[in-house]
């Protein structure tokens, strides 16, 4: 039977559901509403508890604030009573002041009443009766001004008799006088875009010109108490001096010029002290009219004063001949020298001693001049030659030593030029050997010889530019009677501008600059060295450690008047190089010259001496072996040979040496250089400083031979091995000495356990790996030699474009001192790892 269902009864029932579930909204809704009103009750306790801490909070502040504004002004009513009282006090006090003022004000008015009258009284009585009195006393007054100026005038001619005095102890002292100029701050002294500022303390002035021959140098440091070097010269220019006040105490050397001395003029100083300013000037290139007059240097107004001296002589007379060189990178160039197509090149020169002891440039060009401006002309045309670079302590900074000569040619030589010419060829004459004194090689007594003489000096005298070198004290044989008027008398006038003496950290070069630095360092250290060579009087002056010390041999040691003008910066921020030139001053001074003594016949004895003792050794060793061959059948199997030959083999011929092992480099392999990469081993060393690598060398080499000699802990013997390799790192500056670490290879059979060393100053040094490019010479080696071996190497290497390490390098020796041929030697330079 069909189900039916009833839809009003499921409407109902819906209904009944649905009614159902909104009671249950509406209670929920109910149970809402009865927590939110719980919720605003409590919001409105927390909001009234708030309100009372606030306003409890705000009534606290106010009383503290009420407090303290009650604090103060019960403060400040207290300091206004007290200020009060202390006004009171002084309205007091100035009443009486004011009191005590009116009545000294009528007393002094009362007082000067009376003086005025009895001044009145007492002129009308001098006018009356005293007149004779004040002509008499006008009479002492006039007479006392008479004697004053006589005063002063006897003042300045005793001054002017000191000054006479002085010049001639310097003379009898050595001719050597030292002026400093102190140049005045300029802009670049501020630093501005330098790394080498350090604050505005760098640009105070600490170098001071007290008066005219002293200079004080301020050493003030912070934290440090003031101290104060005094230096004294014989003349010291303010920076408020000008040209001509400087020039007018080099004046009288030109006098002496054409008296018969040579004279030499020399600035020293770091760059940017004005140096090139003293000797040339600024702007050199316009020089006319009064204001290019007044900034002339030395050499325009040596040069004009010269020829106004030689206007005053006979006409024809006197000759002058200008030559131009520098010295850079220790090679001697030669300004004035031409190619073919007539354009300056600077050519190479060399500089050799001749057999009178003096030096001389062969080859060197030389220009006529007849007038001041043709000598400006000329060096101004040959400036643009000179090596400059921008360095941090100047912007166009030189870079090589500048040596402007004009020599003299005097035909008819004055009474004073004839008695030094004299004495000279005197002297002269009393060095010559006995059997070099006269003999049938004399052009004299040998007319070939006379006329191929007689050849050579016309060639030369057709020559444009020829060298001033045939005088007679520069002839082969003089004779007893040598003449004095056979050629021309000459005297030189030499006219120095050194580079720059800072050291490489002050300049702030790299590169290519850093090895120009490291030269001009080097040269004025030698000159340095020099000069501290002759203040000692030391019996070997190392005048060839450089060729600027060779160069200029007969100005620093000669009978020439040298003058050293020190140019120096006074602001802080230079104050350790001016500090350096002062010192390069004072030793100067000390310098007491001899006359220059010859030493060709030392040199003879010397070459003699060396053949005795090699043909005495050649021959000693030559019999030995043959004593060693004939008893050789005497020795048993089980002994071995003696070791005496072999020693000697060592020790006088560098026979049988063993050498580090290297493996060559052959595909960078050079004509002039090889590369090689030694394996790694043990050396012994010894580290010295000093300037002399000759010194250097012979001390280090004395501490090590005894090394292997059996001063060590095992008491060993070990063998003598080569080469002996010396590490040169040269100073930063001329005044920095160069550090030197002399060594010996370790023999195979000690590499793995050598014998330590007993003496501190010997170390033992494991070098690692390297590679070095190798340039080989010959000869006995010394400094000059290597010097100049290294410069080749350095523009072989700079030609193939190779990576190298400029410093340190390496000086090498394979000989024995007692070899005198075929010797062998090195310099090193290390290959940089990194280009």
């Known amino acids: 039977m069909p189900l ?12 009944h559901l649905l009614e159902h ?15 939110n009103a719980i919720l605003h009750l409590r919001l409105a306790d927390c909001l009234g508890k708030l309100r009372r801490d606030h306003a409890e909070e705000a009534e606290a502040e106010a009383q503290k604030r009420w407090q303290h504004q009650r604090v103060v002004q019960q403060s400040t009513q207290s300091a206004l009573a007290k200020l009060l009282s202390e006004v009171q006090i002084l309205k007091q006090d100035l009443r009486e002041v004011f009191a005590v003022y009116v009545n000294f004000a009528t007393e002094l008015e009362n007082q000067s009443r009376l003086l005025l009258e009895q001044v009145g009284q007492a002129s009308s009585a001098l006018q009356g009766h005293h007149g004779n009195d004040v002509h008499s006393l006008q009479a002492q007054m006039e007479a006392l001004e008479r004697s004053l100026q006589e005063e002063k005038e006897r003042s300045r001619t005793e001054r002017e008799r000191r ?27 501020d630093g501005q875009g330098s790394t080498l500022a350090i604050g505005p303390a760098t640009t105070e002035e600490v170098v001071q010109a007290v008066n005219d021959d002293t200079v004080v140098v301020n050493c003030t440091r912070m934290g440090n108490p003031g101290l104060n070097k005094m230096f004294e010269f014989e003349r010291v220019h303010c920076p408020e001096d000008s040209q001509d006040a ?3 105490e080099v004046k009288p050397l030109l006098t002496s010029l054409l008296d018969g001395y040579n004279v030499c003029i020399m600035a020293y100083g770091q760059t940017g002290s004005g140096k090139t300013h003293t000797m040339i000037g600024s702007q050199a290139e316009d020089h006319s009219g009064p204001q290019g007059e007044a900034r002339q240097g030395v050499i325009p107004k040596a040069a004009t004063e010269l020829f106004r001296l030689i206007s005053e002589k006979p006409a024809e007379t006197h000759t002058v001949e200008v030559s131009v060189v520098e010295v850079y990178n220790n090679e001697v160039l030669d300004l004035l020298a031409k190619d073919e197509d007539g354009v300056a090149m600077g050519a190479k020169r060399d500089v050799i001693t001749t057999s009178t002891g003096t030096s001389e440039v062969p080859s060197l060009s030389y220009v006529l001049v007849r007038s001041s401006a043709d000598v400006m002309q000329l060096i101004s045309s040959v400036l643009r030659l000179r090596a400059r670079c921008p360095t941090l302590v100047h912007r166009d900074s030189s870079r090589s030593h500048l040596i402007v000569t004009l020599t003299v040619s005097s035909k008819s030589p004055n009474a004073l030029a004839l008695a030094r010419r004299l004495q000279s060829v005197k002297k002269d004459m009393q060095r010559k050997a006995q059997k070099e004194w006269w003999s049938p090689r004399c052009r004299r007594a040998n007319p070939m010889a006379r006329q191929s003489g007689d050849e050579r000096s016309t060639s030369s005298s057709s020559s444009p530019y020829h060298s001033p070198s045939h005088s007679p004290i520069h002839s082969s044989c003089p004779s007893p009677r040598a003449s004095t008027a056979q050629a021309p008398f000459r005297t030189k006038l030499q006219l120095v501008d050194l580079a720059g003496s800072e050291c490489v950290g002050m300049s702030g070069v790299t590169g290519a600059a850093l090895w120009e630095t490291s030269c001009i360092n080097r040269s004025l250290s030698a000159l340095s060295d020099v000069l501290g060579a002759l203040a000692e009087q030391r019996p070997h002056v190392p005048y060839r450690n450089s060729k600027l010390t060779h160069l200029l041999q007969d100005a620093i040691g000669g009978d020439a008047k040298l003058l050293v003008m020190l140019c120096v910066s006074p602001t802080q921020r230079y104050m350790t190089e001016s500090l350096q030139s002062l010192g390069f001053g004072t030793r100067a001074r000390q310098v007491q010259k001899d006359t220059p003594r010859r030493k060709n016949i030392a040199l003879k004895l010397k070459k003699n001496v060396k053949y005795i003792v090699s043909t005495l050794t050649h021959q000693w060793f030559r019999r030995s072996c043959e004593y060693q061959v004939l008893n050789e059948k005497d020795f048993r199997t089980d002994q071995k040979p003696p070791t005496m030959l072999k020693t000697i083999g060592q020790a006088l011929f560098s026979t049988g040496l063993q050498n580090p092992k290297f493996t060559p480099n052959e595909e960078n392999k050079a004509p002039d250089y090889e590369v090689r990469t030694y394996q790694t081993t043990n050396w012994i060393s010894t580290t010295l400083t000093g300037m002399e690598q000759e010194a250097a060398m012979n001390t280090g080499f004395r501490r090590l031979f005894n090394y292997i000699q059996g001063n060590n802990h095992n008491k060993e013997k070990v063998e003598m091995t080569a080469p002996v390799t010396c590490l040169v790192d040269p100073g930063a500056g001329p005044a920095c000495e160069t550090t030197f670490t002399v060594s010996f290879y370790i023999p195979e059979e000690h590499q793995a356990d050598p014998p330590q060393p007993s003496d501190p100053d010997v170390f033992l040094e494991n070098r690692k790996e390297f590679t070095v490019f190798v340039r080989t010479y010959g000869g006995f080696n010394n400094m000059q030699k290597s010097r100049e071996e290294l410069l080749n190497l350095l523009e072989s290497l700079q030609r193939d474009g190779a990576c190298y390490k400029d410093i340190p390098y390496y000086v090498c020796g394979y000989d024995s001192p007692f070899k005198l041929v075929n010797r062998r030697n090195e310099v090193w330079i290390l290959q940089k790892t990194e280009p």
Do not use: M, W, Y
């Not at 000054?163 to 002294?189: A, S």
């Open 4 to 15: 039916f269902i009833n839809r009003d009864q499921i409407f109902a029932h819906q209904v």
């Open 21 to 35: 579930k909104l009671r249950s909204k509406e209670e929920r809704i109910l149970e809402l509403e009865t927590e």
């Open 163 to 189: 000054k006479i005095l002085h010049n001639t102890l310097v003379e009898l002292r050595g001719n050597i006088r030292v002026h400093c100029r102190v140049r005045p701050v300029l802009p670049f002294d």
């Open 246 to 248: 400087v020039f007018e």
